[in-house]
């Protein structure tokens, strides 16, 4: 079983950065590929990016591609995502998740298996 903590949200004005963390807990963190999800008010949530279980392959919405960066360190037994460029569309509660080291990448939320409890990025214009 695997325990996530979302941290690093925060208020920031459209064209900055923010670097999201997710800090799992468990010895079999590196066996699963980690993704980002956001949910903004009133929406469902959605997928943002997703990396394999070493790291070597990511994936990312068409919304974040070119600004957003998922990386990970297992020795660490964190996942991050770096936030760059960002616009008002971007404000929602991000969640990390815990999910099956698969070739197929999945980008639905029924497809994790562990949830953090989410941290709120705000971008104003």
């Known amino acids: 079983q695997v325990q996530l903590v979302e941290s690093g949200g925060g208020l920031v004005q459209a064209g900055g950065s923010l670097r999201l963390s997710c800090a799992a807990s468990?010895?079999?963190?590196?066996?699963?590929?980690m993704g980002w999800f956001r949910q903004a008010p009133g929406k469902e949530r959605e997928f943002v990016a997703r990396?394999?279980?070493?790291?070597?392959?990511?994936y990312y919405a068409d919304s974040v591609e070119g600004r957003f960066t998922i990386s990970r360190d297992n020795a660490k037994n964190t996942v991050y995502l770096q936030m760059n460029s960002l616009k008002p569309e971007d404000t929602a509660v991000y969640y990390c998740a815990a999910g099956p080291p698969t070739r197929v990448v999945h980008t639905t939320t029924s497809s994790y298996n562990y949830w953090g409890q989410g941290t709120q990025v705000t971008v104003s214009s």
């Open positions: 990396i394999s279980w070493s790291g070597a392959s990511t």
């Open positions: 468990g010895r079999t963190f590196s066996s699963y590929a």
